[in-house]
């Protein structure tokens, strides 16, 4: 099964850029963000191997049970205590048993091509090191806000990168993590204008910071449409449970039960914060896939090069 999922994903070009791009991002501890892990390690697990995990981590003291739907409360507390009443916990803490090694932070800006032949048009991903809730949890809120600005049709971003012909899209996102969550941001340029488009991204995001980049509008409309987004996720329980333990893994519940009204606290000045500390003038890792007519048609060798840097 994990064979099959893993295999979905290598029929997706995008897939590749993403893997390149988080072994540049995260060096050595890149397993600890690859997710859907190691397809040479998945083809050799064993049950031997699958009781060391579970030795490890898989404990009451470190897990959280979520029923969602018409229920009982006392009800569902009898039937799990019924079923996990004899769990036995750890007599240790995992986390201090095994502790979580800190990502190293990016030295210097990187550039990649990655290549294959099931590309249909260049697509770039460029990607910083941001905010995580342990260290910066303001942040975090302005992350999604600002986030949400650049997507409206409206903003200064759309309107200089896609109105303009330079771009098929682009859109900016963050991923809250508990150990520094990726601000990563997606281009498909116009392939007759991809230079310019680069060229064009680069003096968009030199404007971030400034007071007159989103219009106050705008910075409401965000907060509107990320309360809204979070409203329709709790519409369906099954979809709710995922979110919240989410929520509960990557940072808290509280966390969670305060975040619409977190993210109406952010202000601009909260927004430019957030691009000067972690995007703005900070390292990056910038790739572009290609398949290998377009690498050879646009005569690229280096992307670094191709863009001046």
Known sequence: MVDGEFQRNESNPIFYLFQDSNHKMWGDLYSRKNVIGDHDIIMTATPEKMQIVKDKY?????????????????????????????????????????????????????????VNENTQTPISMIAWHGPDTRNDIPATYAADVFSFILTQRSSEFQKNMVESGLALQVNLGYQT??????????????????????????????????????????????????????????????????TVTYWWASASIDYYIGYVENLNKVTRQDIKNYVQKYIKGKPSVTGLLLSPDMKEQMGIESLQAYLGK
């Not at 409360?73 to 201090?96: A, M, Q, T, Y």
């Not at 993590?177 to 230079?195: A, S």
């Open 177 to 242: 993590n508990m150990y520094v969550g990726p601000i990563t941001l997606f281009l498909i340029p116009n392939p007759e204008k991809t230079k310019e488009a680069f060229a064009q991204l680069e003096k968009e995001i030199d404007k971030w910071d400034s007071d007159d980049y989103f219009t106050d509008e705008q910075l409401e409309t965000a907060k509107t449409m990320l309360a809204i987004q979070d409203a329709y996720g709790k519409e369906q329980t099954s979809q709710f449970l995922h």
């Open 58 to 114: 898989y404990y009451p003291n470190n897990s959280i049970i979520t029923v969602a739907g018409d229920i009982s409360h006392k009800e569902v507390l009898k039937r799990v205590n019924e079923i996990f009443g004899d769990w036995e916990p750890s007599d240790f803490d995992p986390f201090e048993k095994y502790p979580i090694p800190e990502f190293e932070p990016l030295s210097k800006t990187e550039y990649f091509i990655t």
